[in-house]
Nanobody, 120 residues
């Protein structure tokens, strides 16, 4: 089983920065995709950023130029550096892990979520 442990959320003023971390443990496939979703109250969960084990990254349009996703494969850890934060970035942020064939086998895994609150 794969477990994800997130850290780094908190309260920050608009314009500030936060760095989220997500450490995966267990039987990790070397080829995988990890990333972050977020969900604000009353909203659907939305993809924020993802990164392959090869380092290819994708971002939601709303965070491009402000957020940077990175990973350390040796530590099975993914990071989300969030700069120039806005009140609309306030949400619970969830880390996820997708190994090959995750949709077929239901082997995707999720973290417990970490709250990010941006005050105006």
């Amino acid at each position: 089983q794969v477990q994800l442990v997130e850290s780094g959320g908190g309260l920050v003023q608009a314009g500030g920065s936060l760095r989220l971390s997500c450490a995966a443990s267990g039987s990790i496939f070397s080829i995988n995709v990890m990333g972050w979703y977020r969900q604000a109250p009353g909203n659907q969960r939305e993809l924020v950023a993802s990164i392959t084990s090869g380092g290819s990254a994708n971002y939601a349009d709303s965070v491009k130029g402000r957020f940077t996703i990175s990973r350390d494969n040796a530590k099975n850890t993914v990071y989300l550096q969030m700069n120039s934060l806005k009140p609309e970035d306030t949400a619970v942020y969830y880390c996820y892990y997708n190994p090959p064939g995750w949709a077929r086998y239901g082997s995707d895994r999720w973290g417990q979520g970490t709250q990010v609150t941006v005050s105006s």
